[in-house]
């Protein structure tokens, strides 16, 4: 039986011994490699940003900033060694020069002292026009160092593309390594370039389903203790974590409404799975499928008004969508015997979800005016998709090497990446919202 079917048909209590909750526990960060890119990808200059005498940043932000323009897959920026010249002013910059190399657009800056911290200032050129697209100065703690880096590759890509950048935006995984006894599995957030990771909380046992709250400051997730399933929400900043189901059976698939209030989930405390709503303030619970089936994996439309569920009311795993109050359900998925784990695309036009294609299991992306899907994915064990914030790119667990890794897919095409560990397994990804 696949991981999709376990997950599906067999969320079976197990024994957990929870060993530890925290927050903001150094963990090993992921690498990231790129695997493929757009063939327009737009040529960018980065120049290394001057510094005034005696400072000395923490982080090299112009690097940063050009690994996460190439991540997009829409930027090709230029190596350091190959650049002629390297301004820091405009008056420094000739722009005939970053012609002839072939540059579009030429990225300049300054780091300068600021009380305890740095201002960090930037500007971005229109090459062939010589023209000043936009410049920002950015104050920046010593700690804050990289996110400010990913804050100024998210101004220029948004400047260049008309769409919001995903640079400063988070992803949540869970990690596993050994086994056995001595297995130890952790719910993990980091930067989206896998720098910066935080150990959330750690169990010698598995956890399962994180979900990001709709202002990132919240995380649920699936752990088992006292052998049943329970679902917590757990606070990024304090480490504080509420249990907010553990009836018997299944306690499983947490998703946050778009407001943050309420808490969809699978409980089969009645029976059969069925798909609950909770009410984080006053605790109400109310059932929203009461059928026979296995009804399991619920996620929000970005509105609110609608869920979205895998169910085997028809005879196989497939895609159904109804009213987030109740009421009937329609299924939505037409192709194919296996189509599961749903999670819609930010603007609510599409959905990616699991499919199966000849045994084998896709990420794929369906169309919901046209109900048409689109494979993202090439593996045969490919699952758990989650949309960037800005809608490009899905995340998705997968096995490379005999090993469970992470990969990054443009919804365009191309800009592909894989983001791995030195070892141990990676799965369960969930890329955060914008952060507030």
Do not use: C
Request: glycine letters at 10%.
């Amino acid at each position: 039986m696949s991981r999709h079917q376990r997950l599906l048909f067999s969320l079976l209590a197990v024994v957990l011994a929870l060993t530890g909750t925290g927050t903001a526990i150094a963990a090993p960060r992921l690498n990231i490699e790129i695997t493929g890119g757009i063939e327009a990808a737009q040529p960018i200059a980065i120049v290394p940003f001057g510094v005034s005498e005696g400072l000395i940043p923490p982080v090299d932000v112009a690097s940063v900033v050009s690994a996460d323009l190439a991540r997009t897959g829409k930027f090709k920026p230029m190596p350091t060694r190959d650049m002629l010249d390297m301004p820091t002013s405009r008056e420094a910059v000739d722009f005939r020069d970053w012609s002839l190399l072939g540059m579009n657009n030429l990225v300049i800056g300054q780091i300068e002292p600021d009380g305890t911290g740095f201002r960090v200032s930037f500007s971005l050129y229109d090459v062939f026009r010589g023209e000043e697209l936009t410049s920002e100065t950015l104050v920046s703690s010593k700690s804050g160092m990289r996110h400010t880096a990913h804050r100024i590759a998210d101004l220029i890509y948004e400047k260049l593309t008309g769409q919001r950048g995903v640079a400063a935006t988070r992803i949540a995984y869970v990690t596993s390594s050994g086994s056995g006894d001595s297995q130890t599995v952790t719910l993990r957030v980091s930067d989206s370039d896998g720098d910066q990771p935080q150990t959330i909380v750690s169990s010698s046992e598995p956890i399962m389903s994180p979900a990001w709250s709709p202002d990132g400051r919240r995380i649920a997730y699936v752990s088992f203790e006292n052998r049943r399933a329970a679902i917590y929400v757990q606070e990024l900043g304090s480490g504080r974590r509420d249990l907010v189901a553990s009836y018997p059976g299944i306690n499983g698939s947490p998703a946050f409404s778009p407001d943050g209030r309420r808490l969809a989930m699978t409980l089969s405390k009645d029976g059969s799975p069925d798909i609950y709503v909770l009410d984080l303030t006053s605790r109400q619970l109310s059932r929203v499928t009461d059928h026979f089936a296995i009804d399991t994996e619920p996620s929000w439309s970005p509105d609110g008004q609608h869920l979205i569920f895998t169910s085997n009311r028809g005879g196989s795993p497939q895609i159904y969508r109804m009213p987030a109050s109740g009421g009937p359900a329609e299924r939505i998925s037409v192709e194919g015997d296996y189509n599961a784990r749903a999670s819609y695309a930010p603007d609510g036009r599409s959905i990616a979800m699991v499919t199966r294609i000849n045994g084998e299991f896709r990420i794929g992306v369906l169309d919901l005016e046209r109900r048409l899907t689109r494979l993202l994915s090439s593996g045969n064990l490919d699952e758990s998709p989650s949309f960037a914030p800005n809608g490009s790119m899905v995340i998705y667990a997968t096995i490379h090497g005999g090993r469970g890794v992470l990969a990054a897919a443009s919804v365009a095409g191309g800009g592909n990446q894989r983001l791995s560990q030195d070892s141990g397994q990676v799965r369960e990804p969930a890329w955060s919202p914008f952060m507030q």
